[in-house]
């Protein structure tokens, strides 16, 4: 199985691909989108969900995506149809960290998709080019909670913890204006739910060719979780405004 087919059976129970519950959703895009009639960009969109709710919930909003994944596209079209907003959702098949707009967007996200940009910090750079003028970002990204064990950082990469993070943000020219920790509750059920969801799909196909290997990835993912990240690895989203004076 390539990874698009595993993540997207992943995620059917946990739309959402970070771990944060709909409620936590609800307020960082209340917190981004204060008046509801803003133009939004998701870089890394994946299957639209976050640009979905939002535009479901505010029937003046505008919103364009980007990501590479043509399968994704595909997935947010479709959704952005069944929830009666697709003529209000331009989306972009293409790489989010060289994409170019000529227009400026009231709020920025990029959730969970740091990885695109080679970092938080180069992240923040690709969302300045698209902000506009007291615009906000909406960026989520995993840090340390605990000092990781060595084979936790070869996994998941170099971190730091909650407060170097938020320092790292603010002395890159940002103040927060809103910020989610995400907890345990919100932490487990993600993982609870992608392994599960991939087992079960598993489970139900066993004449498919790929369920061998899909049962195989979702216990060995469910293992890497419990024994080697569980105890260290935190999910922070922030909402961010320029700093007055900051380039």
């Keep these: ?6 993540s997207r059976i992943a995620h059917t129970d946990h739309p959402i691909k970070s771990p944060l519950d709909d409620t936590s959703v609800e ?11 803003e133009r939004v960009l998701d870089l890394g969109c994946g299957s639209g969900e976050w640009l979905i709710r939002a535009m479901a919930a505010r029937p003046d909003l505008l919103a364009e995506g980007v ?3 043509e399968d994704a596209l595909r997935q947010a079209s479709r959704a952005a149809a069944d929830r009666g907003v697709a003529d209000r959702l331009l989306l972009h098949h293409r790489d989010a960290a060289s994409f170019a707009s000529a227009d400026r967007f009231d709020l920025v996200i990029s959730v969970g998709a740091t990885h695109a940009f ?13 902000l506009a003028p007291g615009g906000r970002v909406l960026i989520g990204d995993g840090f340390w909670d605990r000092t990781p064990s060595p084979e936790a950082v070869e996994m998941l990469g170099e971190g ?9 943000v603010a002395a890159d020219g940002w103040t927060p204006v809103h910020g989610h920790v995400s907890t345990r509750h ?18 139900g196909h066993p ?7 899909a049962l195989a990835t979702a216990n060995s993912r469910r293992t890497e979780w419990l024994q080697v990240y569980r105890d260290s690895w935190g999910f922070v989203s922030l909402v961010l405004a320029r700093t007055p004076g900051k380039a």
């Design 186 to 203: 919100e932490l487990d059920a993600y993982e609870w739910s992608c392994w599960g969801s991939l087992a079960s799909w598993a489970l």
């Design 207 to 213: 004449a498919d060719p790929d369920s061998a290997e």
């Design 118 to 130: 080679g970092g938080l910090l180069p992240t923040l750079a690709a969302a300045r080019r698209h």
């Design 1 to 6: 199985m390539n990874r698009e087919q595993i």
């Design 67 to 69: 990501d590479v994944s």
């Design 27 to 37: 307020r960082l895009l209340e917190a981004g989108l204060p008046r509801g009639d």
């Design 160 to 168: 730091t913890d909650l407060a170097s993070t938020v320092d790292r």
